[in-house]
């Protein structure tokens, strides 16, 4: 078992892209973070009149935390991060539009003369013992209780090509996903494009609708802990997550059908791999027995997976079975780091 | 309580468009249809050496069953579809790839230069005692079992503007949607384009994934039950399904984002409706709550559904309830028709 | 030499697809028609207070002259279209905004939450002799004279598979292509599809820009008069266009790369037919020597021409010299209807 | 008038990315850089044995010459680059398909399961004096000449947000536009984000055609002479080309519709600011006199370009035109450093 690690960053070490950036601190091999994270508001939006456009400025959005370097971990290497606490560390979330980010609103790449939405912001409460978050219209007051249910939307390494990358958008070194299905009890497959990895996290979800269709989900800093492994020569080209009942491809594009082609193709291959099935007969498989969760439909890229539950694929579990090893880290106790910096 | 109403097509009374066809039955509001469709290959293949190019013609592709002429419905009424029951009229489901069909292969209209995928042929057993439907591969041993899921991949009326569509594709009227939603228990509403609403249904899939990556699903003959009501002056732009737990809007278009673009405005819309909530705070709602089922990334217009569980909706019911009415309607005893045509 | 056919339709002889129409005349190969064609709002834009949501009603849009049933015309052949003259029947185009319609606003199917722009209609004076189209700004006494350069935004056949499509879109069977390429002295090539191919022909504009990023040209009613056409035993899968300096391959989807991909393979295999070259060497000539010409980025489906000048082709022409034949047809003397239904 | 730098890097000094390298020279506005860029083979495609899959490494691919530091450079400054000679450094050109990358092939993002094109190489005479490019076929003896039309595929400065971008995409930043426009004549504008904009430029194309069907031009290394010029306080959001004729707004996005929104959305407001045009009357002006040329349609972002000629604008020129400034600029004797590094 390894070391335990923990870390808070202050207020400028928060990093706002994935590469291009020193490490705050080196992990081994199965050490353990226990790791704070400010919301994609870099905490900034704290009541209903702080639009964010406002009270945020570019490109000071989508803070993560580290980059931690992981030892031995060298290009062609696979990384495993498995989630063992995510943990809301503040009582509040936020919500908002923002002016021409979201789905359902022309963009500065879906390029219209038509001026933006109202800005609004919503607050939630956050009640884990309940396990719920509270929806409270601005306008009406009509209230509902949904599902506690907390996530990181952001989770990457360095990329690949001498590139430094915004938090705000996602690719094949992971980033900006924004999928439910990173929780507590998920590992990520991350591949290692330069040496050290240089892990970085932020974006934390208290939960989020499919496709976060706003542009943004119920945001919150959050205390998170995790386990880090490292699968040695073996390459992973998109990121894959792996829960104790499905694997996972993750595609980053647009059009949006291109993260879907990108995750079914990872998912087709793995499964080949997986079973020995041929590519035509892994593709029939998947094409009848296949989910095909969407991340989100809002950021520069796109994010689709492909998941497929383990009970049709014959016992078999990959890269080692490391996520069952990690699944049995003992999660320490609680950080007496408070709610990050001041 | 309506007619009971049993049809059973003669091949040559199938058809390939929604629109530009006379009606073949009509069907009163109340009334219950127990039908029988084809599979989407017009039954041409039985072995895994009938190959679909091989054994179909074009355009005799996706026959429906219909179309039905709906008492009274006029353009601006909606049609609501209650499906009772749907049944393989078939023990044997079969899949295949096609040439240059699919969302992994290149196709007509993202043309590449290569040459298209082997094209081979998947039979699935179906088994309605155990629920299942028998994966084999055709290149290695591997057998696994999924579960039986049957429903519909197209159900649809006449379009609007004079047009006839093939039902190969999707739109407002519905057509090749090809979402597991949409199964016994669920109510599909359409919006009513010509005098007589003009309803057909084929398609029927013993399972399929999300998306149906590979173009096709398990396809089999269905003996299906429905019963159909009207909502006079409601107008639905959109196909919409209601089952005992949620509501969901579809969107059919390319490329991918703007199916979800339509299902999510449509059901933002929606939810604002039932909820009262203005736009932006419906917006919120959806944005935390929703879901977003993939139906098809194959045809010429893909599909994805926007979903939210009836819970957050604070116990308001759309279209008059007319869902727990239909829900209530007894199933008749099974047709005496056998497979269909012979 | 063929005969010469004079039609000019009454109100109601006008089309509204392509498909599902009896024809209003019949034409054999060689023949020439002078006819008349309303601009795409029937001609109700009279003045900048004539809003087109107000004064049009769906689905009188975008209404077409025919179809023409072309004698001998099976599935399976090529009808050829020369533009001998296409000349404007008003002395007034009229553009406008359209709520929800164009390249640069939300639409029915890239749907948000805004509203729609303003409606604002603009008249153009039209001057042949001078070869002006007046562009006058409304809130500026802006003034700028365009080139006047005639063309029909919307020419095609009855679609295959028992299909009839809206006027508004394009597919493999022409439509709404809205390319200036479409001017006098061009061939159009359309595949047949049905018995009798069914041609017809309207939209026309006295100008418009690449995309027609607006969704509207310079409407105008035209004078036209074609010359058609037909090649026995050769398919066209797309429509194409040859001129006296080029051959053009018409692509017809979304996203706007799969209309760029369809007319690129298009002309790649063309190139390779007319040259010898086998396929990387014809995908290689087209890379480097080919255009690529907008034609609307607004419709339900995009269009984007490939294009290659005919030099680069070593002296073969296409479809046994056609165009060079048709290019022949003395223009018959102007037609004596004077300018269409009053 | 400004200093003459004549500027040759050595292989280790070619950079892979737009951000993240310091400067290889200093410029200040006014100044003159006389330079050379490698192509975008790293020069390690010489015969049509080298296939390039087996020659280059990723990430070596498209090299860059630079970074130049701009004196007084400041985000929201525009820095204006006119291009006074591009003039092809070797007498062979260089083209290829390359393993799932192009237009018609699937990719790694448009991903199928289809193996990828055969590899192969055409090679291309040079010739200065007669304006020519000579392709020939692999498999035939077909040769043609094609027009010579020397340009840069590459051209950008550091992006915004701390990051920095492979060469191989484009963005706001520019970068890999493959726009034929951007040749000898013309002004490129772009939005200056970091101190000392730091540009860097390469990727010479001897011809290409539109969109760069195949992915790869005529690809070959440049003797290129530039002027740069600073506008304070002039912010830029996407690149803009100034020539004598004509302005251009260029998109980098995709779908392809959205590079053809944004490059068009931008041309609005930069002809609605130079001619006094309200929103609605611009974009009505840029619908009927508008051109939009296609860059590329195969690299991680497409380009397209918006463009309207001079005469529209009633003589309005931009940037305190700046473009007729460097129009004079006297082209500096060639420079002395032969074909580059050894």
């Known amino acids: 078992m390894g070391q335990i690690h923990r870390y808070t960053p202050a207020r400028d070490d928060l990093a706002y892209t994935f590469g291009g950036r020193l ?39 989508n803070p993560v ?53 109202e800005e609004r912001v919503w607050l939630y409460q956050l009640d884990p013992d309940a396990g719920t978050v509270r929806y409270r219209a601005r306008t009406s007051d009509y209230v509902v209780d949904l599902p506690l249910d907390p996530m990181h939307g952001t989770v990457g390494v360095a990329p690949a090509g001498f590139e430094a990358r915004t938090t705000i958008t996602c690719d094949a070194h992971g980033g900006n996903m924004d999928t439910p299905e990173l929780r507590a009890g998920a590992t990520l497959y991350l591949g290692v494009n330069v040496h050290g990895a240089l892990l970085a996290l932020g974006d934390g979800h208290a939960r989020q609708g499919h496709g976060e269709v706003s542009g943004v989900a119920v945001e919150t800093a959050m205390h998170t802990t995790l386990a880090v492994e490292l699968i040695k020569g073996a390459a992973t080209p998109w990121p894959r997550i792996e829960t104790d009942t499905a694997i996972m491809s993750i595609g980053c594009a647009r059009p949006l059908e291109d993260a879907y082609r990108i995750s079914q193709h990872d998912l087709v291959g793995w499964v080949g791999e997986l079973t020995g099935l041929d590519t035509l007969d892994a593709y029939q498989l998947v094409s009848q027995a296949g989910e095909a969760p969407v991340g989100n439909v809002c950021d520069p890229n796109y994010t689709m997976l492909a998941k497929i539950d383990k009970t049709y694929l014959g016992g078999r579990t990959p890269y080692q079975n490391v996520h069952a090893r990690l699944r049995q880290t003992p999660i320490p106790p609680p950080s007496q780091t408070g709610t990050g910096p001041s």
Chains 1, 2, 3, 4 share one sequence.
Request: one cysteine or more.
């Open 23 to 61: 490490p705050v601190a080196h992990l081994a091999p199965g050490d353990v973070l226990s790791t704070w994270t400010e919301d994609c508001f870099g905490g900034a939006v704290r009541t209903v009149d702080d639009l964010p456009s406002k009270v945020c400025e570019f490109p000071y959005l």
């Open 65 to 117: 935390t580290g980059p931690f370097f992981i030892e031995d971990a060298e290009p062609g290497d696979t990384l495993a991060v498995h989630f063992l606490a995510i943990t809301p560390a503040r009582n509040v979330g936020v919500s908002s539009t923002f002016p021409h980010f979201g789905a359902l609103t022309s963009t500065h790449t879906t390029a219209t003369l038509q001026p933006p939405l």
